[in-house]
């Protein structure tokens, strides 16, 4: 196994398996309440962090997927977040009819993550503002609207540590409608 993310580029058969495998549509609700079942070992009909962790592994089987920690915990935390059905069910699980905001954001997330990847150089998970200046051009493919790259930088780095991390990233990410230009189907 290779991780396909480390050369920045990401192969065509992931974002055509990411597509084929979430079912994210409207008419997909059958397929998606299907999924969740199969997400759902003991049938509780809520889902924890562990068991939508080794369900990506074991049912999606996309290893690029699986190895984006990052883009599931903030796919997870955002389903979450939505808001419950079930007064019996804590802030700690998604439930069925939140499984298909965590897939949207799942992929979208994902989306995110290929980017920090490929402007991450050295692999540490958080982006230098070299990184990012040497990633401009690549940036300028993913949103009309990149600014002054200092002031880009300075906004992202929410904590002023010196370093973008991921969440950070993410927020900037939604705020710029970044979209890479090798993902779409």
Do not use: H
């Not at 499984?99 to 949207?104: A, G, N, P, S």
Request: with cysteine; charged share 35%.
């Amino acid at each position: 196994y290779t991780n396909n993310l480390s050369n920045r580029n990401m192969p065509e058969p992931i974002w055509e398996e990411i597509y084929e495998k979430l079912p994210t549509r409207p008419e997909q609700r059958q397929e998606r309440f299907d999924m969740f079942d199969s997400f759902d070992p003991n049938g509780n009909g809520i889902l924890s962090l562990a068991e939508v962790d080794k369900a990506i592994r074991d049912v999606l089987a996309i290893d690029e997927l699986f190895d984006a920690k990052p883009a599931i915990m903030r796919a997870f935390q955002a389903a979450k977040a939505c808001g419950k059905g079930r007064p019996d069910v804590g802030d700690d699980y998604i439930e069925k009819l939140e499984f298909k905001r965590f897939l949207v954001g799942l992929r979208q997330y994902f989306e995110y993550w290929v980017a920090f990847k490929r402007i991450d150089e050295d692999d540490d998970r958080r982006i230098s503002f070299e990184e990012f200046s040497a990633a401009e051009e690549t940036m300028k493919k993913w949103m009309s609207n990149l600014g002054d790259l200092e002031e880009e930088f300075d906004k992202i780095d929410e904590n002023d540590g010196g370093m973008v991390l991921f969440s950070e990233f993410c927020k900037w990410a939604i705020g710029k409608s970044l979209d890479l230009e090798d993902d779409d189907n």
